[in-house]
């Protein structure tokens, strides 16, 4: 109760400075607003302060002094340094007038400004006082008579007391009544602080006389302490030789005044006091003269970080308490229900409750003295050898750990105990003491609870899987797996009873072992007679439980499963709606194995959910074999839908192609009897013409002049004209006769319909043959320019393939191309084609074999086909150095300009074993989705009633299905397109 009563008192004392402290703030605040420049000095006739409006007029600043001497002597050297020298020494002996008797005074002085100029002031102090009437020092402050009119800038004015009157009278007149306000208030202001302050200094002496009449009274000793444990303050009290003498331990550490461990356990208190501002006490022993003595430290927390402490000798009433507290603890110990025990540091049993007994069944006698660890279960020992360890180290009771200690009976009981340690008067670790009770119950209940929480989910997980499943072979192994893990057991195998066979036998589905354990039957099939007794009791539905083998009364039942090291087995039928028999088997292989009822009722849960789930799989199974079967049929329907169409679309365009090969060849033969009559006689009459020519001629010359008769006639038929003339006829006729003849051979050989099968043809031939034919399409037509055809064959050998369907095939690429071309120039793109003949200067380059389509044959075609293919062999470099690439849509280029005509380039070459012709035209090009759908059969971009859709898919069937080749498409929208055939160069010709 005293020391709480010092501690109040002391806290208050503090409060109340701190107040104090505080109010000098307010009031240094409220003078650095205020509109006047205000001054204080303390009793030693020292300044003490100058208000922000002063230091501002002056242009000064105070430092952050390290002491308040400093900050006087700072003071005093700012007004000195600031007062003008000729009126310094006037100033201060005004003051020190003042000084001597407490007077106020006023007195006139030069100050200088901040920006350094001297202005006159007048300045007015008053004294101060205490609330006990003791001198404080003084307060002024200060106006600015620079301004005024009057001559108060001179130092005229008599310099005594008696002009504070005449002086006040004169500053009421040079200022205005607003101004005189302002001062009123802030002097107002200034005094209701000065008031407050005095107040407050007269109740902290009066605590103060309280505090000191206390502690007179007051039997502990008591100390006032840092943070550092420096003593501040300290009384004795009643007790007598502490090792601290009162006129010695002021400033001293306390550690110095006492004993090393005692000072290092109050410096530990100290630290605890100052962390959590709660009080601490402890109690320690010291080593005196006559013996030792006990004593009680009691430690308070204080503002600022102080500390109270309070000792009190205990001495005299230890004993008594001992005793009691003997009686008790013994009385406790004796009746409680817990295990108490004492260890040794080496962790031997220094004391057991005699109620060990009753509990472990071991008497007192067996356990104490003896090393706890044979007691504990060898699992457990690191445990309580580790939670030891930890309140050795930290000295700090731990939490509470769970063991199994052993019975004198060899059975395991589950214990939970709480330990801490004991220590000597230097904090010390002697000895462990601990209280232990039963928890086997409740951890029994809590593992029948885990396992029964175990086995609800085992289900759930199986009904689950179930749900989400219905592949029964998934399903088998999930349960047998689960069920393997959960009951510990050595052995679990599923069989199928397969009662459909002629000789009935039990089939092993799955099984999970221990890896210790032979297979079981070793894949091998068991028949009803090696296990008559299980097999007849799964197949009437009876569940078989067996403990102990050694226990059978079936004798080929008992061997077969002690064959596979049975000691204990259970098994559990699965009888589905279908009709369906499967068992469930669980072995176990070391000892003894009770089967509880509630794993047992499990695993019936677990059989009925298998069947349900079994059904399911059977009739998910069904189902999907339905719909597969559906499906497929659907598919072989559909796929014999495209094919009959595709072959009906290929019948019709072989039809087509049939009959118009058989109308070209008719039109071929027919053509090609009147015209081999032609030509065969053109030869002839070329030979008569001349003899008649040069019979006329003889004529001529025998017969001149000739009669008046012939020479009308000779004029008449221009006879001269008529000579040169007739032999070109002639000529010319020939010619036509050849190129008829040509023509009748490219429809012959175009329709091909005396070569069925593969045999070795020119590849080039058929493609010129199509081109002839096409010739019609590539003239110069009203809206549509020539189509140029740039030929670039290589050097390729005879081919073996179906001629006349790959002369189609050339006519179905060719066609679109042409159709491409015109398309893109009647809609007005004509300057979309793709040049890929331009070099930078603006030259064509033509082709190894390039001829441009026409049915007149003349000398000056013949001369400029010569003159491109010169200039093909010198410019080819060139071409291919400016991007030229077979086989790839060009690009164009800024230098290569833009064409304003269409081509169309064929190319033919060699690759490994394969023969490549590629087709490309200068179109517009395609998009990416309908390339890939070209070779789609009645796929078609042309309007309706111009394209069936069937040419390209033909195409495709021919080159890939009729000759093991390829065909595709290279193309982008504005960049062209180009066909690429492959077919092998060597196939098996047909015989």
């Not at 731990?398 to 395991?412: D, F, L, P, T």
């Not at 087509?656 to 053109?682: C, D, R, T, W």
Request: hydrophobic share 35%.
């Amino acid at each position: 109760m005293f020391s709480k009563k010092v501690q109040s008192y002391v806290k208050q004392s503090i409060v109340e400075e701190e107040e104090i402290q505080q109010d000098e703030k307010v009031f240094c605040q409220q003078a650095d607003i205020a509109p006047l420049m205000i001054w204080m000095s303390g009793c030693n006739a020292l300044y003490c302060y100058f208000n922000s409006n002063w230091l501002k007029f002056t242009g000064t600043h105070l430092t952050k002094a390290a002491s308040a001497s400093a900050l006087e002597e700072e003071i005093g050297n700012i007004w000195t340094g600031s007062v003008h020298p000729e009126d310094r020494q006037r100033c201060e002996d005004i003051y020190l007038r003042a000084f001597a008797t407490y007077d106020s005074f006023q007195r006139q002085y030069r100050l200088r400004g901040a920006d350094g100029e001297y202005r006159w002031i007048l300045d007015t102090a008053a004294p101060r006082f205490a609330a006990d009437g003791s001198f404080v020092g003084y307060i002024g402050y200060c106006i600015d008579l620079t301004g005024v009119p009057i001559g108060i800038g001179q130092p005229s004015l008599t310099e005594t007391y008696s002009l504070s009157t005449n002086s006040s009278h004169r500053l009421r007149k040079i200022t205005d009544r607003e101004q005189a306000t302002e001062l009123a208030k802030a002097l107002e202001q200034l005094q209701a602080e000065i008031s407050k302050r005095q107040a407050v200094e007269a109740q902290l002496r009066q605590k103060t006389s309280e505090f000191a009449a206390i502690l007179q009274v007051l039997p502990d000793s008591y100390f006032r302490l840092d943070a550092d444990g420096s003593i501040l303050d300290y009384k004795q009290g009643l007790i007598e030789s502490l090792y601290i003498l009162p006129e010695d331990c002021q400033g001293k550490s306390l550690r110095e005044c006492l004993p090393t461990a005692v000072g290092d356990r109050f410096y530990q208190a100290i630290n605890q006091v100052l962390e959590t501002q709660y009080e601490v006490s402890f109690e320690y022993t010291l080593p005196l003269p006559e013996e030792n003595n006990n004593f009680e430290a009691r430690l308070l927390p204080l503002p600022d970080r102080q500390i109270i402490v309070l000792i009190r000798d205990t001495s005299d009433n230890i004993q008594a308490a001992l005793i009691e507290s003997n009686a008790k603890f013994r009385s406790i110990v004796e009746n409680a229900n817990n295990v108490i025990f004492a260890l040794t540091l080496e962790g031997i049993f220094s004391y057991v409750s005699p109620n060990w007994t009753e509990i472990f069944g071991h008497e007192v006698a067996e356990v104490e003295g003896k090393s706890f660890i044979p007691f504990i279960h060898p699992d457990d020992v690191h445990i309580c050898v580790d939670y030891f360890q930890r309140i050795l180290t930290t000295g700090e009771k731990q939490k509470a750990i769970e063991y199994r200690v052993q019975h004198k009976n060899g059975s395991w009981r589950w214990h939970t105990s709480n330990s801490s340690a004991i220590k000597d008067a230097n904090g010390n670790i002697l000895y462990f003491v601990g209280i232990c009770h039963d928890t086997t119950d409740r951890k029994e209940a809590e593992i029948a609870l885990r396992e029964s929480a175990q086995r609800e989910a085992l289900l759930n997980r199986l009904s689950n899987q179930i749900r989400a499943s219905l592949d029964l072979n998934h399903i088998v192994e999930t349960a047998v797996q689960e069920i393997h893990n959960l009951f510990e057991i050595d052995r679990c195998v599923f069989f199928w009873y397969r009662q459909d066979a002629d000789v009935p036998y039990w089939e092993k589905v799955y099984e999970v072992k221990n890896s210790f354990l032979p297979c079981l039957l070793n894949d091998q099939e068991a028949t009803n007679g090696e296990i008559e007794l299980i097999a007849a009791k799964t197949l009437n539905g009876e569940i078989i439980c067996i403990d102990d083998t050694e226990t059978m009364g079936d004798s080929i039942a008992q061997q077969f499963l002690q064959d596979f090291g049975f000691t204990a087995f259970m098994s559990l039928p699965v009888h589905t709606q279908s009709g369906e028999i499967g068992a469930f088997s669980c072995g176990y292989c070391s000892g003894l194995r009770p089967w509880l009822n509630n794993e047992v009722e499990l695993l019936q849960a677990v059989t009925v959910q298998l069947a349900i789930a079994i059904d399911q799989a059977k009739l998910y199974t069904q189902s999907r074999i339905t719909a597969q079967t559906a499906q497929d049929k659907a598919q072989q329907l559909e796929s014999a839908l495209l094919e009959l169409q595709q072959t009906q679309a290929q019948l019709i365009q072989t039809e087509k192609m049939s009959s118009l090969g058989q109308l070209v060849a008719g039109i071929a033969h027919e053509i090609n009897n009147p015209v081999n009559f032609i030509y065969g006689n053109i030869s002839h009459a070329s030979e008569y013409t001349k003899d008649l020519l040069h019979l006329v001629e003889l004529y001529q010359q025998s017969y001149c002049p000739p009669t008046p008769e012939i020479d009308r006639q000779i004029n008449n038929i221009d006879l001269d004209f008529l000579r040169q003339d007739l032999p070109k006829i002639l000529e010319s006729m020939k010619m036509g006769a050849e190129r008829i003849r040509q023509i009748v051979l490219s429809l012959r050989n175009f329709s091909r319909l005396d070569e069925d099968g593969t045999k070795a043809v020119d590849i080039h031939e058929g493609m010129d043959s199509t081109l002839l034919l096409l010739q019609n399409r590539l003239k110069a037509k009203p809206g549509h320019t020539e189509i140029q055809v740039i030929r670039d064959y290589g050097n390729l050998p005879p081919v073996v393939c179906h001629a006349g369907q790959m002369n189609q095939v050339f006519m179905n690429l060719l066609t679109n191309a042409i159709d491409a071309l015109e398309e893109s120039y009647s809609t007005g793109k004509q300057s979309t084609y793709v040049n890929s003949h331009t070099l930078q200067k603006g030259v064509r380059v033509a082709s190894r074999r390039e001829a441009f389509m026409s049915l007149v044959n003349n000398t000056e075609q013949r001369t400029n086909e010569r003159q491109l293919l010169l200039l093909s062999e010198t410019l080819r470099v060139a071409c291919f150095s400016e991007g030229v690439q077979a086989g790839k849509p060009i690009q164009r280029t800024a230098s290569q300009g833009q064409m304003t005509f269409p081509q169309i380039r064929i190319r033919s070459l060699i690759q490994e074993d394969h023969v490549i012709i590629r087709i490309a035209d200068n179109g517009p090009g395609m998009s990416e989705e309908v390339r890939k759908r070209l070779f789609d059969p009645f796929f078609t971009t042309k309007p309706v009633g111009k394209g069936t859709g069937m040419g390209l898919s033909i195409s495709y069937q021919i080159i890939v299905q009729k000759h093991g080749g390829k065909i595709q498409c290279i193309s982008a929208p504005g960049e062209g397109a180009e066909f690429v055939v492959m077919i092998p160069l060597k196939q098996e010709p047909s015989t």
